[in-house]
């Protein structure tokens, strides 16, 4: 849970959200609960959901809301995946 994880040193934390009846879920609802106002300001959440729409209320962090068609997921996925490993080899 990344409330036990020490987040002083990190610029960003992106949670990936599968939003279920246009709710985030428990994991991400929970993490946000227990993290300080000061560490959400670090915090995006991603969110995948069928519409488009997840309703995280009030939860004072920034966030991205994204659709996609199951057929195109493993790509896609594939895609970011390469793209944050060669940000990462780059640093």
């Known amino acids: 849970m990344l409330a036990a994880e020490p987040?002083?040193?990190?610029?960003?934390?992106?949670?990936?959200?599968?939003?279920?009846?246009?709710?985030?879920?428990?994991?991400?609802?929970?993490t946000l609960k227990s993290t300080s106002t000061a560490d959400k300001e670090k915090i995006v959440v991603l969110t995948t959901a069928n519409s488009g729409?997840?309703?995280?209320?009030?939860?004072?962090?920034?966030?991205?809301?994204?659709?996609?068609?199951?057929?195109n997921v493993p790509g896609v996925s594939q895609n970011v995946i390469n793209m944050v490993l060669d940000h990462l080899a780059v640093q």
């Open 7 to 30: 987040i002083q040193n990190d610029q960003a934390i992106v949670l990936i959200n599968s939003c279920r009846v246009w709710l985030p879920s428990n994991e991400v609802r929970e």
């Open 53 to 71: 729409f997840c309703n995280l209320g009030d939860a004072g962090v920034d966030a991205i809301s994204v659709t996609s068609k199951r057929a």
